[in-house]
C-alpha cells in the first residue's frame, strides 16, 4: 500500500484544493489511486473542493467530512486547513458507500451504505472507516447498526464529522456531495494489515453510581438522584460537569468516556456527547493535560503490538475535540509525539472528532468514545 498527503492552509478554496492536488500529483506512484479521505475545516467551500478533486482524480473513491482540527505528516496539526490522503494499492480493493437519514433510521442507512460498498468488491472486507454525523443523532446506534450488517470479523473504526466546536452543523463528503445527517465509509478489502489502539489518560476520581433514568445522550438521574447531584456530592458544584468526563464502567475496571456538555439547573439533568445506557455504572473522572500526553504513547504501543508486521505504511488519528479543549496551546504535540513513538517518519491523516470509534482492544466489538486518542496503522501484505 502507498498513501500520498496533500495538506493546505490556505484560506481560500480554490488555492487551498490546488496545492493539495499538486502535493498528490509530485508524488511518483505505480498503483492507481483508489480512495481519498478529505478532512475540511467548516468554512471552506467545499463544492470546488471536491469538484476539483473529481477532476483530478475521477476514478476515485472519495469521503470524507468537516472537523474541529486537522491533523497530516505535512503540516501536524492545524485548525483551519484541508488535508486529503489518498489510497493506492493493487493488492488491497477500496470501495465506499454512504448512508442517508441516520437521524431518523441509523439501521436502514447501514444497510445501504453497506450494500452500496459491497457490491464494488470481490473479497471480503476486513475494515470498514467511517464518518458519521455527530450531532441531532446517535452515534451508538449508527455504529451498532453497521456492525450488525458487517458481522464481528469486520474492524469498524473512524470519527464523528465536527464543525470547528460550533456545535451546530457537520458535512459529510461522498464522490462530489455535500452532504449531513449522514454515514459515509471506506470498506478495505484484500491484502490489508492493520493494527489499532486507544487511550484518555482520563482517570475515575470517584465511587460507582448506577444510572437510574437515562434517554440517549442525557442522564436524568444517578442512583435515583439528579445527576448533578451526583457531580456536586463529589466537586462541590454542578459547575465542573464540563471539566469531568463521566466514565462508563465494564468488566474487570475497564471504561470508556462520555464528554459531559450541559447541565440543566432545573431537572438536575446533564447531556453528554454520545448515549450513556440506562443502569450501566459510572464514575466521574478527570482529564489532567500531563495525562493526556501520556495516553498517546499507550494508543501507539497498543497499535504497534497489534500491526502484524514491524513496518506499518500509514498512519491514521482520530482524537477528540474535547482532547483539543483540555490541552489548549499543548494540542500540536499530541500528533508530534505520536509519530516520535513509531521507528520511521510514515504518511499520516487525522482530525478531531464529536466522537471515536474503535473497538478497545484487538477482537473486541466497537465502543463509541470521547476524549480518546485513537491510532491505526495501515499496510498490505507486500511489505513483509
Known amino acids: ?33 483508489q480512495a481519498a479521505l478529505v478532512l475540511a475545516a467548516i468554512d471552506f467551500d467545499f463544492s470546488i473542493i471536491l469538484q476539483a478533486l473529481h477532476e483530478a482524480f475521477p476514478n476515485v473513491e472519495l469521503v470524507g467530512g468537516t472537523t474541529d482540527g486537522e491533523i497530516s505528516s505535512r503540516l501536524g496539526f492545524q485548525r483551519y486547513s484541508l488535508v486529503v490522503m ?4 493493487h493488492t488491497i480493493q477500496i470501495s465506499a458507500g454512504i448512508g442517508r437519514g441516520v437521524s431518523n433510521n441509523p439501521e436502514q442507512a447501514a444497510q445501504v451504505a453497506i450494500a452500496q460498498a ?20 446517535s452515534g451508538d446506534r449508527i455504529l451498532h447498526s453497521l456492525q450488525q450488517v458487517l458481522g464481528p470479523e469486520v474492524t469498524i473504526i473512524g470519527g464523528a464529522t465536527g464543525d470547528n466546536s460550533l456545535f451546530k452543523k457537520t458535512y459529510q463528503f461522498y464522490q462530489t456531495e455535500i452532504v449531513n445527517d449522514s454515514v459515509p465509509l471506506l470498506l478495505f478489502s484484500g491484502d490489508l494489515q492493520l493494527g489499532h ?13 448506577r444510572v437510574t433514568s437515562a434517554i440517549s445522550n442525557t442522564v436524568y438521574e444517578i442512583d435515583h438522584k439528579p445527576a448533578a447531584d451526583f457531580y456536586r456530592y463529589y466537586l462541590g458544584s454542578s459547575n465542573f ?9 465494564e468488566a474487570e475496571g475497564s471504561f470508556y468516556l462520555r464528554w459531559a456538555t450541559s447541565c440543566n439547573e432545573t431537572d438536575g439533568s446533564i447531556s453528554f456527547a454520545a448515549d450513556v445506557p440506562l ?17 498517546i504513547q499507550a494508543s501507539v504501543a497498543q497499535a504497534i503490538a497489534t500491526y502484524p508486521t514491524p513496518e506499518p505504511e500509514a498512519l491514521l ?6 482532547r483539543r479543549h483540555f490541552l489548549g496551546t499543548q494540542v500540536t504535540k499530541e500528533y508530534q509525539l505520536a509519530m516520535s513513538y513509531l521507528a520511521k517518519i ?12 474503535v473497538p478497545p482492544q484487538k477482537g473486541a466489538l466497537p465502543l463509541f468514545h470521547n476524549l480518546s486518542f485513537v491510532t491505526l496503522l495501515l499496510g498490505d501484505g507486500n511489505n513483509q
Open 118 to 137: 459491497r457490491q464494488k468488491v470481490t473479497q471480503p472486507p476486513k475494515l470498514c472507516l467511517i464518518f458519521p454525523e455527530s450531532l441531532g443523532c
Open 86 to 89: 489518498l489510497f493506492c494499492s
Open 279 to 295: 443502569n450501566s455504572e459510572v464514575c466521574i473522572a478527570e482529564a489532567d493535560r500531563s495525562q493526556l500526553l501520556m495516553a
Open 241 to 249: 460537569v464540563g471539566e469531568h468526563p463521566l466514565a462508563i464502567m
Open 197 to 209: 489502539g486507544v487511550a484518555s489518560g482520563v482517570m475515575p476520581i470517584s465511587d460507582r453510581g
Open 346 to 357: 510514515i504518511p499520516c491523516i487525522g482530525f478531531y472528532t464529536y466522537g471515536e470509534i
Open 1 to 33: 500500500m502507498k498513501t500520498i498527503v496533500g495538506h493546505s492552509e490556505d484560506p481560500s478554496s480554490s488555492l487551498a484544493v490546488s496545492e493539495v492536488i499538486t502535493q498528490l500529483q509530485q508524488e511518483v506512484i505505480e498503483e492507481r489511486p
Open 317 to 322: 488519528i482520530f482524537s477528540c475535540a474535547g
